[in-house]
């Protein structure tokens, strides 16, 4: 869940899925980049890292309209969406629609270090348009990651509102990890009754880094440029690296605190890259690394870098049973659902039964009696893999997650039933969204510190 970093709980304007940090970011850490790479450092095997990305924008309601950048008071969430029906949320078609029929006033981020954000009166939202989502999908294969998964197929404007195509989001992200046919439209968002606003600015120091171009080109006699897109490690710097284009080389920065990794070919923190330390460059003044990638004109971020072995990536899109229930064209069925574009396609939610601690429908009604369950594991016979998540939000209120977790018997008891339950329906798996052990919705006073250790023995169970 790289996204939901900032939302109407703050009380001021955030973006909801930052890419790096900005200099002005109350809380630094609160951005993908950073979130990947902590987990990264942790141990996390970087093939089971599904990278998260939002079909949404979180919305607020600004304190005062002429105030409408970043870190703006707000009073709350942003009116709710003609089709979605919820205050501070707004489906990526719900924002296209306001962007271009209703004058919302766009600006984006010269140096993309996050998604754009829109505007009209007192009403601001952050979202991620295809620029960024583009930019993330190629993040995600040049950091070797598994791939790449979606909240949700029905905000994405699989409908084709905003005169693009049909699901515009989900479909970049399947032509840069999975080869999905043909280039796609060029849709860029902007405000058709109004000029586009300036940047983000934050100092003229700022704006002169944005517009530099810091590609160095130089000959070098201890490399060989014979292959294009081939990787080098630099000679006397750790914070550089060179790359063959045309048959000349180029050096290029690292960000600031990584370092070349040439066995993965990309910027890593420092004890993953093993550079050699004669060659290390000053790091005193450097911060922790917040951005692993650069954004220049000829980044090799989406450039070719075939260095790394190939695998398929999975692409993972999140059904949510609900979205049938709106009125009108947001109505979601399963039916709606194009297979194609998904490696996983994962139901939500199940949730668990407060007494017995076991899996139950959350909507007998749609689940079992309308068939959404049989429609969604038919597409099984397509090669989608079908997984039944359980909790959210919602389910996760209570102390039942944790009394599951820290009884044995308990534990179990879902482990034997649940795993009948996923066969009986015909699901692939089975994931277990509780937010979070010991942080019950997020207040981390609610549960005991036993929840964390807890769900590891349930999930090895």
């Known amino acids: 869940m790289t996204y939901d970093y900032h939302g109407q709980w703050d009380k001021k304007t955030g973006h909801v899925a930052p890419m790096y940090t900005l200099p002005n970011e109350p809380t630094p850490t609160f951005n993908a980049n950073f979130s990947l790479h902590y987990w990264v450092s942790r141990g996390a095997d970087r093939k089971k890292v599904i990278f998260g990305m939002p079909m949404y924008g979180q919305s607020f309601t600004l304190a005062d309209k002429n105030q409408n950048g970043l870190n703006s008071q707000t009073y709350g969430g942003a009116e709710a969406g003609e089709n979605t029906r919820a205050r501070g949320f707004l489906a990526y078609y719900e924002i296209c629609e306001k962007i271009q029929k209703n004058g919302w006033q766009v600006v984006r981020d010269r140096k993309k270090r996050i998604g754009p954000y829109a505007f009209k009166g007192d009403q601001w939202v952050g979202f991620d348009d295809q620029a960024m989502i583009h930019h993330k999908s190629e993040f995600v294969k040049y950091n070797d990651l598994g791939g790449a998964m979606i909240w949700a197929l029905d905000l994405d404007d ?264 996923l066969e009986y329906y015909g699901f692939n798996g089975l994931e277990v969204a509780w937010e979070y052990p010991k942080c019950w919705q997020a207040n981390c006073k609610k549960g005991p510190d036993s929840d964390k250790a807890g769900f590891t023995l349930l999930m090895k169970e």
């Open 158 to 421: 699989f409908k084709n509102f905003c005169g693009c195509e049909s699901y515009p989001l989900l479909k970049t992200i399947n032509r840069v990890l999975r080869n999905y046919p043909g280039p796609g439209p060029n849709c860029f968002l902007k405000t058709m009754k109004h000029e586009d606003v300036p940047q983000i600015i934050h100092n003229q120091n700022d704006e002169d880094e944005m517009f530099n171009d810091d590609t160095i080109v130089i000959e070098s006699k201890s490399i060989n440029c014979n292959k294009s897109g081939e990787l080098f490690q630099h000679d006397g710097d750790c914070g550089k690296f060179a790359t063959c284009e045309n048959g000349r080389i180029k050096i290029y920065d690292c960000p600031p605190g990584l370092h070349f990794n040439l066995a993965r070919s990309l910027c890593d923190w420092p004890f993953l890259a093993n550079c050699d330390r004669r060659y290390r460059n000053n790091l005193k003044n450097m911060k922790t690394a917040l951005m692993p990638v650069s954004d220049r004109k000829n980044d090799v971020v989406t450039k070719e870098v075939t260095l790394m072995k190939e695998e398929p990536y999975k692409v993972l899109c999140y059904y949510t049973s609900w979205a049938y229930l709106r009125q009108g064209e947001g109505k979601y069925s399963p039916e709606d659902i194009d297979g194609s574009l998904c490696t996983h396609i994962v139901y939500a939610f199940a949730d668990l039964d407060e007494k017995e601690l076991v899996i139950q429908p959350h909507n007998t009604k749609l689940d079992l009696e309308t068939g959404f369950y049989e429609k969604i594991i038919k597409f099984r016979s397509r090669g989608v893999q079908v997984i039944l998540a359980m909790g959210g939000w919602v389910d996760s209120k209570s102390d039942k997650y944790s009394r599951l977790v820290n009884d044995i018997p308990a534990r179990r008891n879902f482990v034997r039933h649940v795993t009948e339950f």
